[in-house]
């Protein structure tokens, strides 16, 4: 076996205000699990995920060290757009169950001391809502109320004399913000589907109805909401042309012009004052269209005199491989790129008050293997694992997605049948509309963002076993969207039987990561930020310190860490995804193979008292003492032995088992 490497990481940390962890709120040490629950598990043989599916799999999240559950939306809907648009907050869809199947669902998850918060749409509704209903006729019937629960315009006239809308706005499922009502003889503004038109928040109606709807779900127990596309609710109150950016469209983007608009300070704090300050949770406010660092730092920080948010779901680093933000315009995209987008976040989070979300993938967006590295089955093991290691090293709140702790890739093919998603669809009728011919270039490019980018990546039932469908569903019933072939290795039960899984490794980093609170809230270092392979980080609180290498790159890499500041000297590697022991060390250079990611650890320097360090040691163990599995094996072999289909091989350990490393001494 190699000599352990010496380390001494010198420096004195600043680890700003919260230093320890009695001042941390429960959101901020939890892993956050996403359930698509009308992917998850099927359990009346209807090929939809249902809630009494997600209790039966309640013990799953323990087992895996779930702090909290994130449920799709499961109110009453029509399903145009996965359940975002709600026809009645206060009935649960009866293709998931029913409200005693919600109720079952809180106190079995509370009973297993885990947190549930749901998913809630509060810019718009369903155009079948009542609210909307009524709307529509009180513009000729006053008398009926909610004249201006939604945005109504009797939009422009064109040279021909046509009604036209109000603006040139693009909606975020392609076309027109705008859609014209017959019996409203107005266009009424929808921002997404022309099923979903806004509400208005500027009517302190709305506000109030929407908050009665908070409280009633809040009052059957749960533990917050993550807040669709929060960041939208309140709108410019005129409603000018956006500039033409995209040439040769009547419709432009016009994020700008409807997020982060006049009142939205105003009217979250309100919503906090009159509903949240008075339940212990988390409201996680998705901003899809726009937020920067420093918003989200006015929106979440806690020197805020009026609280807003908890935290916010930010864009930036899933928007790199984009063209001025149009998701289907694709975009290369280098490391360094990526981490000036994290860092910004990290720094300006962490120095300002505010707390960050970490996140990878969701139901909107494609599997991060795919995205951020590869995957090649020769690399997908280790690519999910040294993504999972970036994820967990970070600051901040992790939020993982279905699927993700197996190691899920995009199902990497185009069919009809897989294009069930509104915005995919629409996109896709649109390209298709355009292009000259069936073989029009334009449609392969549209094809070929489609595979990348569409929603359904992330659509398809989790693979729970080998059996058909996954075991989403009964073998003989037909899941809504096909379920992708995922075989033997990647399904749920073969993984939680094999110690070196994905799966596996997962559960050692939320454990991992419980173990070592500095990785909650210490301080965030890039080094080396023009490294175009390498992604290497401090993260350090007063008395101790991590360092986290990982090669981004699918070739052998080397790192000189001393031109860095690093040094090693006595630093002690707790985890790392390759399954044999780290590559010598030719000092001051690393040796990285292969997306090979690893973390380091070592008590922060001589020149904190000893005791002190023992002492803060010692109150980081006790708080989750949980011994890790880690995935190196002590055996001086390095390289990853693999066979001709670049399959994964036994460990080359004496005796084949994966090491236990001690906490540190
Ligand atoms: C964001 C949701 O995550 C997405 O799925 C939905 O289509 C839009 N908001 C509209 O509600
Ligand atoms: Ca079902």
């Known amino acids: 076996m190699n000599s352990p490497e010496k380390c001494e990481i010198d420096t004195t940390a600043d680890c700003g205000e919260i230093d320890t962890l009695d001042k941390m709120r429960w959101w901020q040490r939890a892993t956050i699990y996403q359930v698509l629950i009308q992917s998850f598990q099927d359990t009346n043989g209807d090929g939809k995920g249902d809630i009494r599916g997600v209790v039966n799999r309640l013990d799953y999240f323990v087992t895996l060290g779930v702090d909290v559950i994130w449920i799709a939306p499961i109110y009453q809907s029509p399903m145009s757009d996965m359940g975002y648009d709600i026809s009645d907050y206060y009935t649960v869809n009866p293709i998931f169950g029913s409200m005693e199947d919600m109720e079952l669902l809180i106190s079995e998850t509370h009973k297993r001391d885990m947190k549930i918060i749901l998913d809630i749409a509060l810019n718009h509704t369903s155009s079948e809502h009542q609210w909307f209903q009524t709307s529509r006729r009180s513009r000729k019937d006053r008398s009926l109320g909610k004249r201006d629960w939604y945005f109504w315009s009797e939009g422009k006239v064109d040279e021909t004399g046509k009604r036209i809308p109000p603006n040139n706005w693009e909606s975020t499922f392609t076309g027109s913000t705008w859609e014209w009502d017959d019996m409203a003889e107005e266009f009424y503004l929808h921002i997404f589907g022309k099923n979903q038109p806004d509400l208005n928040w500027d009517c302190e109606d709305v506000r109030q109805a929407l908050y009665n709807v908070l409280r009633f779900w809040l009052d059957k127990g749960i533990d917050g909401f993550r807040l669709d596309t929060m960041n939208l609710v309140s709108k410019t109150s005129e409603f000018p042309d956006a500039p033409i950016v995209k040439k040769g ?126 995957s090649h089955p020769r690399f997908r093991a280790l690519c999910a694992k040294l993504l999972c290691v970036w994820q967990y090293t970070l600051q901040g709140t992790n939020l993982i997605f279905q699927g993700q702790e197996l190691g899920m890739v995009n199902p990497g093919m185009f069919t009809e049948e897989m294009n069930q998603d509104i915005e995919t669809a629409q996109y896709w009728k649109a390209a298709c509309e355009a292009a000259g011919s069936e073989h029009d270039e334009a449609l392969t490019l549209a094809k070929k963002a489609i595979i990348q980018k569409g929603r359904d990546n992330t659509r398809i039932p989790i ?117 044999t022991q780290e590559a010598t060390l030719v000092e001051p250079i690393l040796l990285l193979r292969p997306f090979e990611g690893r973390l380091k650890s070592s008590q922060v320097s001589s020149s904190t008292p000893r005791q002190l360090a023992k002492k803060a040691w010692q109150e980081e163990s006790d708080s989750a003492a949980v011994p890790i599995r880690v995935f190196f094996i002590s055996s001086s072999v390095f390289s990853l032995r693999q066979d001709d289909r670049g399959t994964r091989q036994s460990p080359t350990s004496s005796d084949g088992q994966p090491t236990t490393v001690p906490e540190d001494e």
Not at 291 to 306: G, I, L
Not at 347 to 359: E, K, S
Not at 361 to 372: K, L, V
Not at 543 to 567: K, M
Request: glycine letters at 6%.
């Open 249 to 374: 469209s009547i419709w432009q983007p016009a994020n700008f012009l409807f997020a982060n608009g006049p009142h939205i300070h105003e009217y979250l704090q309100e919503m906090y004052e009159q509903v949240f300050s008075k339940y212990d949770v988390v409201t996680l406010g998705e901003m899809s269209c726009g937020v920067s660092p420093a918003q989200a730092v006015e929106y979440t920080s806690r020197h805020k005199p009026r609280p807003e948010l908890s935290l916010v779901i930010q864009f930036q680093h899933v928007e790199l491989d984009c063209y001025d933000g149009d998701k289907w315009l694709l975009r290369e995209w280098e490391l360094p790129e990526l981490k000036a987008v994290i860092n910004e976040w990290q720094a300006t989070l962490i120095d300002n008050g505010g707390w960050n979300t970490l996140w990878m993938e969701n139901h909107d967006q494609p599997r991060a293997i795919s995205r951020f590295t590869t």
């Open 463 to 579: 693979p729970w076993t080998d059996a058909p469908h996954g075991g989403f569903t009964e073998p003989d019933c037909k899941p809504w969207i096909p379920a992708s072939e995922h075989g033997k290795d990647w399904c749920c039960f073969s993984q939680q039987k094999d110690p070196e899984s994905v799966w596996s490794f997962y559960r050692a980093m939320i454990r991992m990561r419980k173990n070592h609170p500095t990785l909650y809230y210490g301080t965030y270092e890039t080094l080396d930020m023009d490294n175009p392979f390498i992604w290497a980080y401090k993260r350090r609180s007063k008395l101790r310190c991590y360092l986290t290498i990982l090669n981004f790159s699918s070739g052998a890499t080397s790192w000189a860490y001393a031109e860095h500041g690093v040094d090693l000297k006595g630093s002690k590697l707790l985890i790392s995804n390759y399954l």
